[in-house]
């Protein structure tokens, strides 16, 4: 059981994703897990995993109804991306589970370092605004979705920062319509993570929709100064990027040492 201030801290972990999630787009879910783990101080890695596998996912599907509304949601190739990776997410996190909880940790740090440089890599392609998800892309959608699936149900991780590459190289497609199409993936890989981990008893419910209530306000803070900071994001992006980049480094430090002793 946790204590009462814990669940604060959860909700004041949630604000922080949320609020990256809005200033910088993609990636700042991958904050979760260390902060359920360093700042929240859930013992277990694995409850922290899927507890914020399910809160990923539901942020997700909000900011999904955002993208929806907006029309930059191509339901197709979303649903033939998120369908392979399906199977792909509850083949990771199976085998998650599995892995020592220290040694997971270490092997997120070191993904979060490859997120980190992903990120100072830019987007610079504009993409096909007529793409779609035919006949003869259909076998690189699907093999892109199941190998993110993979990722993101072993790391317990929303994947955006994979999957919109995913699908920009899988079809083309602008990448306007590759963030809010991920959002389909992302919310399926968190729900079939969370899922496989609840089977196991490995996900805390209140702590989770806490997390969510303050992602909830943070990304509506994020979205608002996203607006007047228009113009800036690569500057925001690069100094995203180096929090990942201490983060990473921290949660190097305190796996190594724990895998060690």
Known sequence: MLEPLQYGLGASAGVLVG????????????????????????????????????????????????????????????????????????????????????????????LMLVVGALMLRGRGNPGEPGAECNREKAPKVLGFGLGTGVFSGFFGIGGGFLIVPGLIGSTGMPILNAVGTSLVAVTAFGLTTAFNYALSGLVNWALAFTFIAGGALGSVAGMKLARRLAGRTGRLTTVFATLIFVVASYMLFKSASALLA
């Open 19 to 110: 609020f990256t999630l809005g200033l910088v787009g993609g990636g700042g879910s991958i904050l979760a897990v260390p902060l359920m783990v360093y700042l929240v101080g859930v013992r277990n890695p694995h409850i922290a995993i899927g507890t914020s596998a399910f809160a990923v996912a539901i942020n997700a599907a909000a900011g999904l109804l955002s993208h929806a509304r907006a029309g930059t949601v191509k339901w197709r190739c979303g649903g033939m991306y998120a369908t392979a990776g399906i199977f792909g997410a509850f083949a990771g996190s199976s085998l998650g589970k599995l892995v020592g909880g220290e040694k997971l940790l270490f092997l997120f740090a070191l």
